[in-house]
């Protein structure tokens, strides 16, 4: 009796299990189609629209969504879909430039503090923890303030913010490899640091940095809409979807569409990115 309560449990157990790892794949595949739509449309915009990003048209200004504009138009009567289409590589860009910034420097912080080891990682691991403790926005906030508005800068401030995140996953996957027998075997057979670093801690590394920065993603596109609906992201006329929203908000009573469908476009990536990252991380788990 206890040997089949033992297995209907053991059953039991599996069964969400198996759910669980299905919906993943199943979100995997959606984020990852989404995915490539937002990236057809961040190289090829001629091909889902043929209007100009910024041609305005005061006589249509506040038009609602039909068939003559998708979304409607602005204030300043310019097309909001193909505004909404042109702004994708804009904040796609802002996004990647980011988290590429946040990598770099995560990975050069973590691998210095782990190979470092003593005062140099301690120094280091202090300087992360506290940064850690400010909010990631609002540390880009203040790095925003010193150094400018822009859609470069936006993205660096945002990916300065990110590095302590990605120096904390470097420095514990550093080390747990460097205290691994085999790397222990090589440091006493005289293999030059640079050589097992390269074939052995970075390669087990990537797995965890490729799952952590395509999440990221989709919190650099957010924090970087966010930034601009503060007003300190790219300046006007800029068909970026956090500006566009900046620019809607003042008509959400009136004319809705201006700022609700850049937010759908900044929801839509956020979640196809965050989808098929944390697809990518249960097949890892498995």
Known sequence: MSVELALSDAVSDEAPARVDGRSRRIGAWLGATLLVLVLAVLVFPEWFSSGRPNATDVRHAFTPPSLGHLFGTDELGRDVYTRVVYGAGISLGIGVLAVGIGVVGGVLLGLLSGL???????????????????????????????????????????????????????????????????????????????????????????????????????????????????????????????????????????????AVFPGLAVVVVVLSVTLLGRGVQARRLR
């Open 116 to 258: 470092g080891r003593g005062w140099v990682d301690t120094v280091a691991m202090r300087v992360v923890d506290v940064l850690l403790a400010v909010p990631e926005l609002l540390l880009a906030l203040l790095v925003v303030a010193i150094i400018g508005r822009g859609s470069l800068n936006v993205a660096l401030a945002i990916g300065v913010a990110a590095v302590p995140h990605f120096a904390r996953l470097v420095r514990g996957q550093a080390l747990s490899v460097l205290r691994s027998e085999y790397v222990e075997a090589a440091k006493i057979l005289g293999v030059p640091p640079v050589r097992y670093l390269g074939r052995h801690v970075l390669p087990n590394v990537g797995g965890p940095l490729v799952v952590m920065a395509s999440i990221g993603t989709g919190s650099a596109i957010t924090a970087a809409a966010g930034l601009s609906v503060l007003g300190l992201g790219p300046p006007a006329p800029s068909p970026e979807w956090g500006a566009m929203l900046s620019e809607g908000q003042a008509y959400l009573g009136t004319a809705w569409w201006i």
